[in-house]
């Protein structure tokens, strides 16, 4: 049981180094298709802020995900296919370049793995109903927030000369890369603590308190954060160039309206406990943003298929842990 539980932490933490991977998109697109820094320095700052994040934010989503499905059904075998069907599914979409999320592939693992064992019964309806909600609720805050900063934006510095206003941004998306990376870190890294907690408490390692709260162990924790930021350090580049040049033109002013407009969303989310899709947060502001100044500024060929990519994310990676589960069963792993 010891090797199992050991060999499921290190597979999460391979997740969470493919998350940092796949998402590090998210954090640095903006500020390296608008060339305040280049790839490597964005990369490095990036994924300093994924891992100081842990200073910042209480631990609300990790207890959740531990908690989404029923304690009783958890196995290391419904944990490991679980991760492998949100490996594969990342993978799968960093080759096609499409943004998508690594969240919603992790929660959609964990949960088809869950649903093949012991029915839809298993699953926390009232978490997965949140998560639902925010599958369309966090790009379309994202795009929201995105516009009016920009309006307000162009608004306050509209009569001033193109290079000072990009002279000021320059410098602002530093301190916006360094929100939403922050904001990527504390909601990211969490889900992956979430999966770890669930194995642990399955090998009962780990107890549930009176109050049913589950208390992450530091150890967790940091280990967490460790994998999502050496991740980040390695980039996703073509992710990275769907986002940030694809989608629309930005401009540094863009660009910091964008990122401080999915910060704050991802603020607001992890602040709730709420697991949401980066992906899907920074992109609805990239959107945004760039339908301010005109509609046919969005490129919407690229983002009509990166919203079907976002479709099936969850059944795809509920499909992949699924199948996974079931051939571990049929060769007598334990269920």
Known sequence: MLWALVAIIALALIFDFINGFHDAANSIATVVSTRVLTPRLAVLWAAFFNFVAFL????????NIAKGVEPGVVSLTIVGAGLFGAIVWDLLTWWWSLPTSSSHALLGGFAGAAVVKAGFGSLDGKFFLNMAIFIVLAPLLGMAMGAILMRVLMRLFGKRSPRSVDKLFRRGQLLSAALYSL?????DAQKTMGIIMAALVATGHLVVAADGELHVPLWVVLSCHVAMALGTMMGGWRIVRTLGMRVTKLQPVGGFAAETSGAVTLFMATGL???VSTTH????????VGS?????AVRWGVARRIVWAWGLTIPGAAAISAVTYLLARAIGVPG
Do not use: D, Q
């Open 56 to 63: 910042f934010f209480e631990t609300h989503v990790a207890s």
């Open 183 to 187: 904001g990527h870190g504390g909601n």
């Open 273 to 275: 406990g709420i697991p």
């Open 281 to 288: 947060t920074i992109t609805g502001s990239i959107m945004g």
């Open 292 to 296: 301010v100044r005109k509609l046919s």
